[in-house]
């Protein structure tokens, strides 16, 4: 259980990051933005480690 946590914790942590910067609750936000910034961050992530893998 604990272990989940930390894992969503990990991978929620950049959408977080710029919505607290931002100021905005993760209420307020309904999930939109921090899943928006979540995905271009972890593709982001992805795509630099398949290209040092295929490349």
Not at 13 to 25: A, E, F, H, Q
């Amino acid at each position: 259980m604990w272990l989940t946590k930390v894992f969503l914790g990990i991978l929620f942590l950049p959408g977080n990051i710029v919505l607290k910067s931002l100021g905005i609750t993760v209420e307020e936000d309904s999930g939109i933005l921090r899943s928006f910034i979540n995905s271009c961050f972890w593709g982001l992530v992805a795509m630099f480690i398949a290209i040092q893998w295929f490349i």
